[in-house]
């Protein structure tokens, strides 16, 4: 007899099963346009630089050990990561209104959020974008939310922004819907809304009674500037919103496998905060107790060193300004082959993705025939283009669209 004859197959996770299908791929030319993550212009990960220096510091300091941290985290890490988001001088954190939450990346800040307002609050109707991350609908339905539902956002013929549909399905949401914003550089489409259309987008949340739950994974990679990339939620803040926001290091700092994050809860009432820290504490505990500290420990080195933290701005700068030349490089090569369809989405786009416009079967095409491995959904990530490899990805666009 066994427990688990029940057990269903359940469905690879598309992004790692093709970095796993990468990995065994023995073909010389092959390329990773699938997972998110930043390559060196020789096609290898990237370690940034601040990163080495802050561990190698961490590495002599005799006086951090292994003890457990707090439930909530290492607070000086959490509370510059809220102040990296809302500002030095925001209101909402000078009146003691915004606090952080350390978490296993952006990832565990989405879940521990969602747990806290599915089991706290009873939220049970959640809205994500169409398309979204391919983890966020996986991550709220586990937390405890019953009912998803997607908005309006991206338009394959104009290829941009929907949003007028966006504003009507928030128009037709439920009070008190949980409504996932991508608070910069859209994943996966790379196209964001002006800020004109976030002063609508906040105007019908408020009108609506919604609860704004922002998803920042890549603070930093769409202007290249932290404080122009959290626009968004700093408008939301001055606009008196009670938010959360999950904020990864992942990207910006490389932390990806550290699993570095922090949520930041945003609230009207100052007096309501520490019973709300109580019950994310319970939340934290009954997951997985504390978290680890490496990444935590990396992040608050540089990010309270005024000359780490300049230079860190210049790792991300040279990361956001190879994607930017690489999308030049990619619409160049894509138009001087004459690649059937037009390319300046390409250039307009912002983040490290790309919608490319290409279907499933052309981008299972690039995969099988090219060795390019990158999602079904058309969507390619910029930061795996380089000097070496960019030539070589056009030509197979152009093989792709041409046959
Ligand atoms: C991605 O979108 O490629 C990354 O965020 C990796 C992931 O976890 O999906």
Known sequence: MSWFSGVQQGPPIEVFALTKQFTEDSFPQKVNLGVGAYRSDEGKPWVLPVVRIAEKALANDDSLNKEYLPVLGLEIFSSLSTKMLLGEDSPALTQNKAFGVQCLSGTGALRVGAEFLARKLEKTVFYFSKPTWGNHRLVFLSAGFQDAREYRYWNGETRGLDIDGFLEDLNNAPEGAVIILHACAHNPTGCDPTQEQWKQIASVIKDKKLFPFFDSAYQGFASGDL???????????????????????????????????????????????????????????????????????????????????????????????????????????????????????ITDQIGMFSYTGLNEAQSEHMVKKHHIYMLKSGRISMCGLTPSNVEYVAKSINETLST
């Open 227 to 345: 404080d122009k990339d959290a626009w968004a939620v700093r408008y939301f803040v001055t606009q008196g919103f009670e938010l959360f926001c999950a904020q990864s290091y992942a990207k910006n700092f490389g932390l990806y496998n550290e699993r570095t994050g922090n949520l930041s809860v945003v609230m009207n009432n100052p007096s309501e905060v520490p019973a709300v820290k109580s019950q994310i504490t319970l939340t934290v505990r009954g997951m997985y107790s504390n978290p680890p500290s490496h990444g935590a420990r990396i992040v608050s080195h540089v990010l309270s060193n005024k000359e780490l933290y300049n230079q860190w701005r210049d790792n991300i700068k040279t990361m956001s300004s190879r994607i930017i030349e690489m999308r030049k490089r990619l619409r160049e090569e894509l138009e001087r082959l004459g690649t059937p369809g037009s390319w300046n989405h």
